[in-house]
């Protein structure tokens, strides 16, 4: 097996995310911590491997990949003993990349990225009401894919619960998951949480970025 190096920093949903792929692979790998409010993703040497200065970050035999998403989906098809974290039948499969997209492009950047950037880069403490609303849609998102499914995509775990079970927790954090109204969500999170590895593939980062956002003390506009 080739030599395996995720580079990226624990508090991030996306690494997690890849972390989660990884152990549900039973993969071994080097992990090698980024700073990346300390900028480290700068770097000329990390710039030279990922020129978007990105984390996740994997380095496979001199190759690398980012994106977490295609990561997970490069290390299943590589790596997997079976194909069912990502489904080779192509409906199947469709299922998973669009709940990935729907992640990447409406749960990260338009949910998760919007609130936390102003946050971080100008330390806007206010979030607007919008955001909040924002993710209450996301939330109602994931409540009707849960519809009828154990799972994200369908009945059997994929790449797509990993990816979107760090990023719609870390959206708890500014807006609560009620669980009366999102039974499903709810009852979704506490599934993943039994998984074996899930607590030393997601737990601490999980932890460490909900102390991180908190010390923040953001209150969401009326």
Not at 43 to 64: A, I, R, W, Y
Not at 81 to 96: E, I, M
Not at 140 to 155: C, K, Q, R, S, W
Not at 167 to 177: E, G, K, P, Q
Request: glycine share 4%; charged share 20%; proline share 5%.
């Amino acid at each position: 097996m080739s030599k395996l190096t995720l580079y990226g920093t624990e508090a991030s949903p996306p690494v997690r995310a890849a972390k989660l792929t990884l152990a549900a692979l039973d993969v071994p790998y080097e992990y090698v911590k980024v700073n990346t409010l300390a900028k480290e993703t700068l770097s000329p040497e990390f710039l030279q491997k990922n020129p978007q200065h990105t984390v996740p970050t994997l380095e496979d035999d001199g190759h690398c990949i980012w994106d977490s998403h295609a990561i997970s989906a490069y290390l299943v098809s590589k790596y997997g003993q079976s194909d069912s974290l990502y489904p080779r039948d192509l409906l199947q499969r469709a299922v998973v990349d669009q709940r990935l997209h729907f992640e990447s492009g409406v749960v990260f950047a338009g949910g998760l990225r919007s609130i936390t950037k102003p946050l971080f880069a100008s330390g806007q403490t206010t979030i607007p009401k919008e955001r909040h609303d924002a993710v209450l849609e996301i939330y109602d998102f994931v409540e009707t894919f849960l519809t009828g499914h154990d799972y994200i995509a369908g009945n059997q775990l994929t790449i797509a619960d990993f990816s979107l079970v760090t990023s719609i927790t870390a959206l708890a954090v500014f807006v609560d998951i009620d669980p009366v109204k999102y039974p499903k969500v709810t009852a979704w999170i506490k599934r993943l949480e039994t998984l074996p590895y899930f607590e030393e593939a997601n737990g601490k980062g999980a932890r460490e970025l909900v102390a991180l956002l908190r010390n923040f003390h953001f209150t969401i506009a009326s």
